[in-house]
């Protein structure tokens, strides 16, 4: 049962252009949402999270935007620079069997070209 | 400065053998998370530690896996009897406190395990 999906196992974008990463989930007590990146042979970062009572969170380069009522949030990179080539995870927190935990999708690798 | 340390980064273990990773969590933090990532999918929980107390192993497989935090040394992650569906990146995390507040949750690099 998979409560968080990335269906984009994989994308690529021209340096200086937009990225737009993608995630559904099905639980719709999940509360708050997050993005982590990760490079081969280290562990996940943090990037950028949003809380449900929100719709956009913006950092830097870096914006989340939420949509509950499809149950869908994405991540937008804009401009896209090579060292964002990276595997993208989103991961929802909720709270299942009794405890909250996060749950993470199955991630997307974004590849960005010069 | 150091990070969370996991250790060995890499475990070659033949079906029967014992496995242990260890994971050190970041200074000053006393919670302890577990992550198993199989090949071509996310990070799944595990097991939540405290020191000296399982907080939620609702993730952790009924046989064969255990995991213990003690008072002093590294949490320990140990998988008995290996079979090849073992294979995986498996994932620490720790955080200051108990919040789900991943923001806060930093991840060690990974033990990667392969069961021939």
């Known amino acids: 049962d998979q409560q968080v999906k990335q269906n984009s196992p994989s994308l690529s974008v021209q340096e200086g252009r937009i990225s737009i990463l993608n995630c559904d989930y099905t639980?719709?007590?999940?509360?708050?949402f997050l993005w982590y990146k990760k490079y081969p042979a280290e562990g996940p970062t943090f990037l950028i999270s949003?809380?449900?009572?929100?719709d956009k969170n913006e950092d830097g380069r870096f914006t989340v935007f939420l949509n509950k009522s499809a149950k869908h949030l994405s991540l937008h990179i804009v401009p896209s620079q090579p060292g964002d080539s990276a595997v993208y995870f989103c991961a929802a927190r909720g709270r299942i069997q009794g405890a909250q935990k996060l749950v993470f999708g199955q991630g997307t690798r974004l590849t960005i070209n010069p | 400065n150091a990070g969370v340390m996991q250790n060995p980064r890499h475990l070659v273990r033949r079906r029967g053998q014992e496995a242990r990773l260890r994971c050190s969590p970041m200074?000053?933090?006393?919670?302890v998370y577990w992550y198993r990532q199989l090949p071509e999918e996310g990070l799944k929980f595990m097991v939540y530690l405290q020191k000296e107390n399982i907080i939620d192993e609702s993730g952790m497989p009924k046989e064969r896996f255990s995991a213990e935090f003690p008072k002093e040394g590294p949490s320990i992650l140990r998988i008995q009897q290996v079979v090849r569906g073992d294979s995986a990146a498996y994932f620490c995390?720790?955080?200051?406190?108990?919040?789900?507040?991943?923001?806060?949750?930093?991840f060690g690099p990974g033990t990667r395990l392969t069961v021939l």
């Open positions: 949003i809380s449900s009572i929100k």
């Open positions: 200074k000053g933090h006393s919670h």
């Open positions: 639980n719709s007590m999940f509360d708050y």
């Open positions: 995390a720790s955080s200051p406190n108990g919040q789900i507040w991943a923001d806060t949750q930093y």
